[in-house]
Structures are given as structure tokens and as C-alpha cells.
């Protein structure tokens, strides 16, 4: 089994599409036989993610700093709850604890968990791949604005090379696996 570490929003987005989303990729991971890795929360589409994990029978694990757990209202249902000092810690530790890394659409949160995963895997910290799911094209831009950076000399194409980029869920596992 592995585990699949899952960056999302605390946030659920417009309309009901990206809660959606995060249940689809929640039993997509848990019929592959994977557990879930996640930010710990039990709203948005952190919350979607961990119920439709749990639902299907999965393992999901969660990590969030203690001050965010009234915040982000820690969910009390996982099968782990790991309660750390700080983002730094908690970035860490769901590095520790994954064995590869999606993102879906997300925030400045998602961003910071995305970009710090795919620095560390730059930085030969971690060889663990890092995947985005470009769920109807959400991240057309950031895909944009990588190229414009391989383009301008300041992005190495070996570092473009790793980052996975899938529309579907079922694409991003196979490519990740």
C-alpha cells in the first residue's frame, strides 16, 4: 500500500464541483488500494476528501498544526490525527509520511504545500513523485507560467520533467505509480 498525499482547500470553492472532485479522488486512491495523506481539516475540500476516504473504507491520514485545528476544524474521525507544532512541521511530516503527492485546485495553501513538494524533490530531498490534477484545466495558467519559466532558462528541464500532469484522476494515479 501506499500512500498518497493529497493537497487541497480548507475552502469549498463555487458550487458543489470541487467537493466533487475531492470525493472522486478519495475513492479513486482508496480502490487503488492506497491510503490518503491529507491536511488534517474537516471542511471544504479537505473534509470532502477525508469523509469520501473514510466512506469507501480507506485509511486516511491526517497532519495539522494545533492552531489551525479550531481553524480548520481538525476532523476527529481519521484513522490518524497527527497534531504538530507549526506549517513547517506539518509540511514535513506529510512529506514523512507519503510516498508520492497530488494537488488539486486549491488556494495559497495548496500552492505553498505543491510548490514546497516539488522544491524539495529539485532539492534531492525527497525522490518521491508530485502530481497535479488539472481537473478542467484549474491549473492552465500555473502549467502556463511553468513552460515560460523552462523557456526563460530558469526552471532546469529535468525539474519540468518530474512535475505530472493529468485531467483525471485515473491518468495522475497510473502516471505516479
Not at 470525493?23 to 469523509?51: E, N, P, Q, W
Amino acid at each position: 500500500m501506499s500512500r498518497i498525499c493529497v493537497f487541497c482547500g480548507a475552502r469549498s470553492g463555487r458550487g458543489d464541483e470541487y467537493l466533487t472532485l475531492a470525493g472522486d479522488v478519495a475513492r479513486a486512491i482508496v480502490t487503488r488500494g492506497d491510503a490518503i495523506v491529507y491536511g488534517g481539516g474537516r471542511v471544504g475540500m479537505m473534509g470532502a476528501l477525508a469523509d469520501a476516504g473514510l466512506e469507501a473504507g480507506g485509511e486516511v491520514i491526517g497532519v495539522i498544526p494545533q492552531a489551525l485545528a479550531t481553524a480548520e476544524v481538525a476532523h476527529s474521525g481519521l484513522t490518524q490525527l497527527h497534531l504538530v507544532d507549526s506549517m513547517h512541521a506539518r509540511k514535513a511530516l506529510l512529506t514523512q509520511l507519503s510516498d508520492a503527492f497530488i494537488a488539486l485546485p486549491g488556494g495559497i495553501g495548496t500552492m505553498d504545500e505543491l510548490f514546497e513538494a516539488l522544491t524539495w524533490r529539485q532539492l534531492g530531498i525527497h525522490d518521491k513523485p508530485v502530481g497535479i490534477l488539472n481537473a478542467d484545466g484549474y491549473y492552465d495558467p500555473l502549467i502556463a507560467l511553468l513552460d515560460r519559466m523552462l523557456d526563460e532558462g530558469l526552471l532546469p528541464p529535468a525539474t519540468r520533467e518530474f512535475i505530472v500532469i493529468e485531467a483525471s484522476i485515473g491518468a495522475l494515479l497510473d502516471a505516479l505509480a
